[in-house]
């Protein structure tokens, strides 16, 4: 079963920030927070991972709480284009990656 | 970023017949892939964990005389779906680990449709 909690949906205007969270009350200590996303009919697109501290690349930036509870994936400046399911995933190295069911996020014109 | 690539990318059978769908890793070498199944409007569902050389792992409840898959290579997994039925239509989806990699990433297939009338 997947160990994590987000929203069924959201929508988000285009070239606002979209803020996606995501509850991880159970998380261990050696399990790392990750994040991929589908576009419609194509396979998952990694994001970003992450373990204590935030992170920052090209594509996002992932901000958990000092607590490791819970996170935000933040994209800063959405396009149409980044319209999809988000998956926020809890797993240990290299364990098999469970999906739940995402948030679907609606860039809105 | 490293690539995964799926063949065929979508397949049409009729019932009774079976398929084979590759999942190949093509600038890198993955001693672990995993299949996972998609229905429309649902999340992905991990069918199995394919090893390079040895027998693959499936999750519960799925049928591995059903779901056929052979990792010969470091480099190709394939996932053989025996006497299919309509309801084995699906998205079928791989990913791979690489083989010297610590960050944990898996790398994931763009999918392969089958629709089996």
């Known amino acids: 079963d997947a160990k994590t909690t987000q929203p069924t949906s959201m929508d988000c205007a285009e070239g606002r920030a979209a803020n996606l969270p995501c509850n991880h009350s159970?998380?261990?200590?050696?399990?790392?927070v990750y994040w991929y996303r589908q576009i419609h009919s194509q396979g998952p697109q990694y994001i970003i991972h992450g373990l204590k501290n935030n992170e920052t690349n090209e594509m996002a930036s992932l901000i958990i709480t000092e607590d490791r509870k819970s996170s935000t994936l933040i994209l800063p400046h959405a396009t149409l284009r980044d319209t999809a399911v988000y998956y926020c995933?809890?797993?240990?190295?290299?364990?098999?990656?469970?999906f739940g069911k995402g948030t679907r996020l609606h860039i809105l014109p | 970023g490293a690539v995964v690539s799926q063949h065929p990318s979508w397949v049409i059978c009729k019932s009774g017949t079976s398929v084979k769908i590759e999942c190949r890793s093509l600038?890198?070498?993955?001693?672990?892939m995993f299949w996972y199944r998609q229905f429309p409007k649902q999340s992905l569902m991990l069918m199995a964990t394919?090893?390079?050389?040895?027998?693959?792992?499936?999750e519960q409840g799925v049928e591995k005389d059903k779901f056929l898959i052979n990792h010969a290579s470091l480099t190709l997994s394939t996932l053989t779906v025996t006497s299919a039925h309509p309801e084995d239509s699906s998205f079928y989806i791989c990913?791979?680990?690489?083989?010297?990699?610590?960050?944990?990433?898996?790398?994931f297939g763009e999918g392969s449709r089958l629709t089996v009338l």
């Open positions: 995933i809890v797993r240990e190295g290299d364990d098999k990656i469970i």
């Open positions: 990913s791979a680990r690489p083989l010297r990699d610590n960050t944990g990433e898996l790398f």
């Open positions: 600038d890198f070498q993955a001693t672990t």
């Open positions: 394919s090893n390079e050389g040895s027998k693959a792992t499936y």
């Open positions: 159970t998380i261990s200590g050696n399990e790392y």
